[in-house]
């Protein structure tokens, strides 16, 4: 859904580095790179990003859709 403020496993902050990520890796950027770049060297926190799903937007999809029904009730 959204990323943790922090890393599951050590503790350390990770949520304020995520959107800087995104961005850097939808623009073509290799995710290892970035990770090296934004400081990132625990290989539980680089998983953390790396097996990120971003899911939110598609369950604003189902909250909207089910706001829709109620309206026809």
């Known amino acids: ?12 902050l990770i949520g304020d580095k995520w959107s800087e990520f995104a961005r850097k890796v939808s623009k073509g950027e290799d995710a290892g790179r970035v990770l090296d770049d ?9 998983r953390m990003f790396l097996s ?19 309206e026809k009730i």
Do not use: N, Q
């Open 52 to 70: 990120h799903v971003e899911l939110i937007d598609k369950v604003i999809l189902y909250a909207e859709l089910g706001e829709l029904g109620e």
């Open 1 to 12: 859904m959204i990323i943790p403020i922090r890393c599951f496993t050590c503790g350390a």
């Open 38 to 46: 934004l400081g990132i060297k625990r290989y539980c926190c680089r």
